[in-house]
C-alpha cells in the first residue's frame, strides 16, 4: 500500500507529485535494494555497514528529501541502517522463507517497516545528499509531513510551497 501527495506553490505554480509507500512490489524491492546495497552501487556506507554486521537490514521506504540550500525536493529511499534488539529471538532475525500476497515471493527475506520499530535499532541514518547541488539535505517521512507543508521552500521562487493528500495506491 501507499499514498502520494501533491506539493504544489500557489504564487509560481511547480508543482510535484511524490510517494510513500511500495505496495506490492515490497519484498522484490527490498531485495533489489539489500543486493546493491551489498555490492556498494549504494555507497561505501551501506556496503561497509552490511559488511560489518551481516544481520542488518535497512528502510527501503520512500521518503522525501529536500535541500534547504538549492531548495531541490527529491523522492528517495530512507535506506537507515538497523540492527536487531537483543532480545529477538534468531528465529525472528532470520526472516527467511517469508510469502507475499502479490507476486512469487515465497521465501524472499525482507524486513516490513513496522518490524524495524518492534525488533530493530536504529543504528545509522543513512547520509543523504542532494542530487543537484551535493548539500544535505533534510528528511521528511510520511510521519513527518505535518512538518513539510509551510515550512518548506519553493524551489523555483522561495515561496512557502503545500503538500497535500493526493491518493493511495498498491
Excluded at 559488511?51 to 540550500?69: L, R, Y
Excluded at 518492534?118 to 543513512?126: A, I, P, T, V
Amino acid at each position: 500500500m501507499g499514498t502520494f501527495y501533491r506539493i504544489h506553490c500557489k504564487k509560481c505554480g511547480y508543482e510535484k507529485h511524490v510517494g510513500f509507500g511500495t505496495g506490492f512490489l515490497f519484498p522484490e524491492v527490498y531485495e533489489k535494494t539489500v543486493s546493491a546495497a551489498k555490492k556498494g552501487e549504494l555507497g561505501e556506507a551501506l556496503k561497509k555497514f552490511f559488511a560489518q554486521n551481516p544481520d542488518g537490514v535497512i528502510d527501503v521506504s520512500n521518503v522525501i528529501a529536500v535541500c534547504p540550500k538549492c531548495k531541490n525536493i527529491e523522492e528517495v529511499k530512507d535506506l537507515s541502517m538497523y540492527l536487531p534488539k537483543k532480545d529477538v529471538s534468531q528465529r525472528e532475525k532470520n526472516l527467511n522463507r517469508r510469502w507475499s500476497v502479490a507476486m512469487p515471493f515465497y521465501e524472499k527475506s525482507y524486513v516490513i517497516p513496522w518490524e524495524l520499530k518492534e525488533k530493530y535499532n536504529l543504528y545509522e541514518n543513512y547520509p543523504h545528499k542532494c542530487k543537484k547541488c551535493g548539500g544535505d539535505v533534510k528528511i521528511f517521512d510520511e510521519e513527518s509531513i505535518e512538518n513539510f507543508s509551510g515550512k518548506c521552500k519553493c524551489p523555483r521562487c522561495n515561496n512557502k510551497i503545500e503538500m497535500q493528500f493526493a491518493g493511495m495506491w498498491d
